[in-house]
C-alpha cells in the first residue's frame, strides 16, 4: 500500500482565498483524522471520521473551517476564507483499530 | 481535556548514550502512542502501549497506569535517531478517539 496520500504537498495562498486539502486513507481504514501542527499549538485534532460520518469536530478552530468524507477513499478539508494565522501543517492519518498512520503532511503558508 | 506534559523539552547527547524520554498525564487513558517525527516533518508512530513494556529494536517503551507516566528510552543512540519524539494519549470512553499530544522532545545524537 502507498500509505497515506495528501496533496497538495505545499500550498502557499493569499488571505481571503479558499483553501482544500485532500486525504486519501490507507484502503480498509474506517477512520480518518485530520490534524494540524503549529509551532505554537504543537499537534491538534481538528476532526475525525469513523466509516466516512464525522464523530467530534470540535477541535474545528472557526466556521472558515470545513471537512467532508463523500465516500472510504477521499477526505477534504477546507478553509475559507483563509488567514495569515491558518498557516501551518494539516496532517491527515487513518486507523483501523489503535495504530494511527500519518500522511507527509500539507504545509500551508497564508500570506 | 488531558493535559500531556514531556520532558525534555530539548535533549542533545553523544552518540552511544543511553536515552530516557518521559511523558505525563493528567486523565485516565486507554492508549498511549510514542511517535517518531522526522526532520524532513514525516511522523511515524513507534508505539502503542495500555500497560507494561514494549520493545523494537533499540527502542524502548514503558508505561505506568497509576502514576499516570510513560518513558521511551533509545539504548546505544545513533544520529539517525535524531528527530522530535511525541508522546500522544488517547483518553479513557472507547473507540479509536482523536489524540491528545505532548509539545515534543527535540533529540539531537551527535556523532
Known amino acids: 500500500d502507498a500509505g497515506v496520500i495528501q496533496s497538495p504537498r505545499h500550498e502557499v495562498t493569499e488571505m481571503g482565498q479558499e483553501v482544500t486539502l485532500r486525504c486519501k486513507p490507507i484502503?480498509?481504514?474506517?477512520?480518518l483524522f485530520w490534524y494540524r501542527q503549529t509551532m505554537m499549538r504543537g499537534l491538534e485534532l481538528l476532526i475525525y471520521?469513523?466509516?466516512?460520518?464525522?464523530?467530534?469536530d470540535s477541535g474545528m478552530p472557526e466556521d472558515r473551517f470545513s471537512a467532508k468524507m463523500p465516500n472510504a477513499s477521499f477526505s477534504t478539508l477546507k478553509i475559507q476564507p483563509s488567514e495569515p494565522r491558518d498557516s501551518a501543517v494539516y496532517f491527515c492519518?487513518?486507523?483501523?483499530?489503535?495504530?494511527?498512520?500519518f500522511g507527509p503532511g500539507t504545509r500551508l503558508l497564508v500570506l | 481535556k488531558n493535559e500531556v506534559e514531556q520532558s525534555p523539552q530539548n535533549l542533545t547527547a553523544q552518540e552511544g548514550e543511553f536515552i530516557t524520554i518521559n511523558c505525563s498525564y493528567s486523565?485516565?487513558?486507554?492508549?498511549l502512542h510514542w511517535l517518531q517525527q522526522h526532520p524532513g516533518g514525516g511522523i511515524v508512530s513507534l508505539f502503542m502501549?495500555?500497560?507494561g513494556k514494549k520493545k523494537h529494536g533499540r527502542l524502548i517503551a514503558t508505561i505506568n497506569i497509576q502514576e499516570k507516566h510513560s518513558s521511551l528510552h533509545i539504548t546505544a543512540s545513533h544520529p539517525r535517531d535524531s528527530a522530535v519524539y511525541i508522546c500522544?494519549?488517547?483518553?479513557?470512553?472507547?473507540?479509536?478517539?482523536?489524540?491528545?499530544f505532548g509539545k515534543g522532545t527535540h533529540l539531537i545524537i551527535q556523532p
Open positions: 500522544a494519549v488517547r483518553s479513557s470512553g472507547g473507540g479509536a478517539d482523536g489524540l491528545t
Open positions: 484502503s480498509g481504514h474506517d477512520y
Open positions: 471520521f469513523n466509516n466516512n460520518v464525522p464523530i467530534d
Open positions: 492519518a487513518s486507523s483501523q483499530g489503535q495504530t494511527q498512520y
Open positions: 502501549l495500555s500497560s
Open positions: 486523565v485516565g487513558i486507554s492508549a
